[in-house]
């Protein structure tokens, strides 16, 4: 009799250590599975060359709002940091984007050579993708720093303007903020003068002088901003 226990304890132990062993086999299995369909993802977003192109977003992003900014930033104010930002920054900011867009170019040019199609397309597209981002920064009027400068101090501006000499029976015009943002070495390139105006009517008529050497000279851009504020552009 305990012989006969002794036998189906012993069968049972067995039973449960092969049934153990196909668990683990089966959890080695899947995780091997699992293993390699992670492998496959990465391989094919390394492929693409994703991270590329995130960085090529973020070069095109980063000179644009290098742009913007000295766009708003006037001189006298921090005049010595803004001219580092200005002559150094910039300098090194274009050098960095040359050097990469020339490092994806030959990369592609490479990966075309060895038929690898789908290097070549991310190359081409993250070069492309610098230029879109800093053209849709640059033109976009939601990515100018004047309009929320504008937006933030609607009340105040429009109580300036109230007080302006304008006449009370013609529509208000007044001139908020006028800035120098001349970048570059004095004398050498264009200087650029930007103003914050308040209009109810037609703000061209106040813009351009009635000489016409002034028109020439200044040659005037405006850009309507949010409600009545405008900003003109002018160069010298």
């Excluded at 496959?40 to 644009?64: K, P, Q």
Aim: charged share 20%; hydrophobic share 45%.
């Amino acid at each position: 009799m305990d012989d006969l226990r002794g036998n189906f304890n012993t069968a049972e132990l067995g039973s449960n250590a092969d049934r153990t062993s196909k668990c683990l086999d089966f959890a080695g299995h899947h995780s091997t599975l699992k293993n390699n369909e992670v492998n496959v993802s990465v391989e094919h977003i390394d492929i693409w060359n994703v991270r590329r192109m995130v960085i090529a977003a973020f070069l095109g992003i980063a000179y644009a709002a290098y742009d913007r900014a000295l766009d708003f930033w006037p001189l006298g104010f921090a005049s010595g940091l803004r001219g580092l930002f200005d002559l150094l920054g910039g300098l090194l900011l274009a050098l960095l984007i040359v050097g990469i867009l020339l490092v994806w170019f030959v990369s592609a040019i490479a990966a075309q050579y060895d038929r690898r199609f789908r290097g070549m397309a991310s190359s081409f597209i993250a070069i492309i993708i610098v230029p879109v981002c800093f053209g849709t920064i640059v033109t976009v009027p939601l990515f100018d720093p004047w309009l929320w400068y504008a937006i933030l101090n609607k009340s105040s501006f429009e109580a300036a303007a109230a007080t302006s000499g304008s006449s009370q029976n013609s529509p208000k015009f007044a001139i908020i903020e006028a800035r120098d943002v001349s970048t570059g070495i004095a004398g050498v390139g264009l200087n650029h003068f930007v103003a914050l105006i308040y209009s109810e009517g037609d703000p061209h008529k106040h813009v351009h002088s009635d000489s016409d050497e002034e028109k020439l000279a200044s040659n005037p851009v405006l850009t309507h901003l949010y409600g009545n504020f405008y900003r003109r552009d002018e160069y010298w």
